[in-house]
Protein backbone atom coordinates (compact mmCIF):
# COMPACT_ATOMS: atom_id res chain seq x y z
CA UNK A 1 0.00 0.00 0.00
CA UNK A 2 1.31 3.79 -1.24
CA UNK A 3 1.67 6.41 1.67
CA UNK A 4 -1.72 7.92 -0.61
CA UNK A 5 -3.49 4.88 -1.22
CA UNK A 6 -6.85 4.98 1.21
CA UNK A 7 -7.55 1.54 3.21
CA UNK A 8 -11.73 0.83 2.60
CA UNK A 9 -13.79 -1.86 4.34
CA UNK A 10 -16.87 -2.34 2.28
CA UNK A 11 -19.60 -4.51 4.72
CA UNK A 12 -21.64 -6.29 2.51
CA UNK A 13 -21.35 -8.15 -1.27
CA UNK A 14 -24.10 -7.60 -3.52
CA UNK A 15 -24.62 -4.88 -6.31
CA UNK A 16 -24.12 -1.98 -3.80
CA UNK A 17 -21.11 -3.21 -2.18
CA UNK A 18 -19.10 -4.55 -5.27
CA UNK A 19 -19.85 -1.51 -7.04
CA UNK A 20 -18.56 0.42 -4.24
CA UNK A 21 -15.31 -1.82 -4.49
CA UNK A 22 -14.75 -1.37 -7.97
CA UNK A 23 -14.79 2.35 -7.92
CA UNK A 24 -12.86 2.74 -4.92
CA UNK A 25 -10.66 0.37 -6.05
CA UNK A 26 -10.11 1.74 -9.48
CA UNK A 27 -9.58 5.27 -7.60
CA UNK A 28 -6.70 3.16 -6.15
CA UNK A 29 -7.76 2.65 -2.56
CA UNK A 30 -6.65 -1.03 -1.19
CA UNK A 31 -10.21 -2.30 -0.59
CA UNK A 32 -11.50 -5.31 1.20
CA UNK A 33 -14.85 -6.54 0.89
CA UNK A 34 -16.81 -8.12 3.78
CA UNK A 35 -19.57 -10.71 3.10
CA UNK A 36 -21.15 -12.67 6.00
CA UNK A 37 -22.30 -15.18 3.48
CA UNK A 38 -20.36 -17.89 1.70
CA UNK A 39 -20.16 -15.69 -1.40
CA UNK A 40 -20.98 -12.17 -3.05
CA UNK A 41 -23.54 -11.06 -5.77
CA UNK A 42 -26.14 -14.19 -4.66
CA UNK A 43 -29.03 -11.83 -5.08
CA UNK A 44 -27.82 -10.92 -8.81
CA UNK A 45 -28.47 -14.30 -9.56
CA UNK A 46 -32.58 -13.99 -8.54
CA UNK A 47 -32.66 -10.29 -10.33
CA UNK A 48 -34.99 -10.27 -13.18
CA UNK A 49 -35.79 -13.64 -13.01
CA UNK A 50 -32.15 -14.88 -13.21
CA UNK A 51 -31.91 -13.12 -16.87
CA UNK A 52 -30.62 -9.91 -14.33
CA UNK A 53 -31.96 -6.78 -15.98
CA UNK A 54 -29.33 -4.48 -14.91
CA UNK A 55 -30.57 -1.21 -15.84
CA UNK A 56 -33.69 0.12 -17.69
CA UNK A 57 -34.46 2.02 -21.18
CA UNK A 58 -36.11 4.75 -19.39
CA UNK A 59 -34.14 6.18 -16.15
CA UNK A 60 -35.99 9.32 -14.87
CA UNK A 61 -36.46 10.00 -11.08
CA UNK A 62 -40.02 9.81 -12.16
CA UNK A 63 -39.71 6.04 -12.43
CA UNK A 64 -38.67 5.98 -8.75
CA UNK A 65 -40.54 6.19 -5.22
CA UNK A 66 -39.36 8.21 -2.75
CA UNK A 67 -40.87 10.07 -0.19
CA UNK A 68 -37.63 12.11 0.63
CA UNK A 69 -36.93 13.86 -2.45
CA UNK A 70 -37.91 17.07 -2.57
CA UNK A 71 -34.70 18.67 -3.02
CA UNK A 72 -33.97 16.49 -6.23
CA UNK A 73 -31.39 13.89 -5.21
CA UNK A 74 -32.56 11.27 -7.77
CA UNK A 75 -32.31 13.33 -10.32
CA UNK A 76 -28.70 14.14 -9.66
CA UNK A 77 -27.74 10.86 -9.23
CA UNK A 78 -29.49 9.75 -12.24
CA UNK A 79 -27.42 13.12 -13.98
CA UNK A 80 -24.19 11.71 -12.84
CA UNK A 81 -24.72 7.79 -13.60
CA UNK A 82 -27.27 6.85 -16.17
CA UNK A 83 -28.46 4.09 -18.50
CA UNK A 84 -25.67 5.07 -20.99
CA UNK A 85 -22.72 5.05 -18.23
CA UNK A 86 -24.17 1.65 -16.83
CA UNK A 87 -23.85 0.27 -20.57
CA UNK A 88 -21.01 1.29 -20.78
CA UNK A 89 -19.60 0.04 -17.42
CA UNK A 90 -20.77 -3.01 -18.07
CA UNK A 91 -19.58 -3.34 -21.57
CA UNK A 92 -16.14 -2.53 -20.13
CA UNK A 93 -15.81 -5.57 -18.19
CA UNK A 94 -17.27 -7.42 -20.85
CA UNK A 95 -20.64 -7.88 -20.71
CA UNK A 96 -22.76 -6.93 -23.54
CA UNK A 97 -26.41 -5.84 -23.51
CA UNK A 98 -29.60 -6.45 -25.14
CA UNK A 99 -32.75 -4.50 -24.75
CA UNK A 100 -36.41 -6.43 -24.29
CA UNK A 101 -39.21 -4.90 -23.21
CA UNK A 102 -38.30 -1.41 -21.99
CA UNK A 103 -35.31 -3.76 -19.59
CA UNK A 104 -31.31 -3.48 -20.52
CA UNK A 105 -30.32 -7.67 -20.23
CA UNK A 106 -27.10 -8.94 -20.38
CA UNK A 107 -26.34 -10.52 -23.89
CA UNK A 108 -26.53 -14.07 -22.71
CA UNK A 109 -30.06 -13.75 -20.60
CA UNK A 110 -27.63 -14.95 -17.66
CA UNK A 111 -27.53 -13.35 -14.13
CA UNK A 112 -24.08 -15.10 -13.83
CA UNK A 113 -22.43 -13.96 -16.78
CA UNK A 114 -23.23 -10.49 -14.86
CA UNK A 115 -21.94 -11.93 -11.52
CA UNK A 116 -18.93 -13.76 -12.95
CA UNK A 117 -18.09 -10.58 -14.72
CA UNK A 118 -18.12 -8.62 -11.73
CA UNK A 119 -16.27 -11.15 -9.84
CA UNK A 120 -13.41 -11.04 -12.36
CA UNK A 121 -13.19 -7.18 -12.23
CA UNK A 122 -12.72 -7.38 -8.54
CA UNK A 123 -9.76 -9.91 -8.88
CA UNK A 124 -8.23 -8.25 -11.55
CA UNK A 125 -8.42 -4.99 -9.25
CA UNK A 126 -6.84 -7.14 -6.35
CA UNK A 127 -9.83 -6.59 -3.60
CA UNK A 128 -9.86 -8.85 -1.31
CA UNK A 129 -12.65 -10.54 -0.19
CA UNK A 130 -13.61 -12.07 3.15
CA UNK A 131 -16.35 -14.20 2.76
CA UNK A 132 -18.62 -16.41 5.65
CA UNK A 133 -17.91 -14.24 8.47
CA UNK A 134 -20.79 -14.53 10.40
CA UNK A 135 -21.56 -11.25 12.11
CA UNK A 136 -19.60 -8.41 11.03
CA UNK A 137 -18.95 -6.00 13.93
CA UNK A 138 -17.57 -2.22 12.81
CA UNK A 139 -16.81 -0.07 15.21
CA UNK A 140 -16.99 4.12 15.35
CA UNK A 141 -12.90 4.21 15.30
CA UNK A 142 -12.96 2.34 11.32
CA UNK A 143 -12.61 -1.18 12.34
CA UNK A 144 -13.88 -3.86 11.11
CA UNK A 145 -13.89 -7.34 13.33
CA UNK A 146 -10.82 -5.82 14.50
CA UNK A 147 -9.01 -4.21 11.45
CA UNK A 148 -8.34 -0.60 11.59
CA UNK A 149 -9.21 1.64 7.80
CA UNK A 150 -9.27 5.11 6.50
CA UNK A 151 -12.83 5.04 5.53
CA UNK A 152 -16.03 2.04 6.60
CA UNK A 153 -18.65 1.73 3.40
CA UNK A 154 -21.52 -0.23 5.07
CA UNK A 155 -23.58 -1.67 1.89
CA UNK A 156 -26.29 -4.37 3.21
CA UNK A 157 -28.82 -3.71 1.42
CA UNK A 158 -32.44 -4.54 2.80
CA UNK A 159 -33.87 -7.77 4.47
CA UNK A 160 -36.08 -9.12 1.27
CA UNK A 161 -33.94 -12.30 0.51
CA UNK A 162 -32.57 -13.51 3.61
CA UNK A 163 -31.04 -16.79 1.61
CA UNK A 164 -28.96 -14.71 -0.93
CA UNK A 165 -27.87 -12.26 2.21
CA UNK A 166 -30.19 -9.52 2.16
CA UNK A 167 -31.41 -10.59 5.57
CA UNK A 168 -31.59 -6.99 7.24
CA UNK A 169 -28.09 -7.28 9.08
CA UNK A 170 -27.40 -4.36 8.39
CA UNK A 171 -29.65 -2.41 9.62
CA UNK A 172 -28.22 -3.80 13.10
CA UNK A 173 -24.39 -2.47 12.21
CA UNK A 174 -25.89 0.69 11.62
CA UNK A 175 -28.00 0.81 15.08
CA UNK A 176 -25.08 -0.67 16.80
CA UNK A 177 -23.11 2.71 15.68
CA UNK A 178 -25.98 4.95 16.81
CA UNK A 179 -27.46 5.85 13.12
CA UNK A 180 -30.79 6.70 12.96
CA UNK A 181 -32.87 4.68 10.94
CA UNK A 182 -36.29 5.19 9.43
CA UNK A 183 -39.18 2.97 8.78
CA UNK A 184 -38.91 0.32 6.64
CA UNK A 185 -40.99 -0.45 3.64
CA UNK A 186 -40.91 -2.97 1.07
CA UNK A 187 -40.53 -1.00 -2.33
CA UNK A 188 -39.74 -2.20 -6.15
Not at 59 to 67: N, P, T
Amino acid sequence: MTKNENKIAIIGGGASGIMAAITAARAGAAVTVYEHKESLANKILITGNGKCNFSNISMRSSCFHSSSDQDGKISRVLERFSNKECIDFFEGIGVWHRERKGGIYPYTDTAESVRSALLLELKRLRVSIVCNCGKIKVSKDMRVNGVLYDRVIIACGGCVASRTGSDGSGYEILKELGVPITSIYPAL
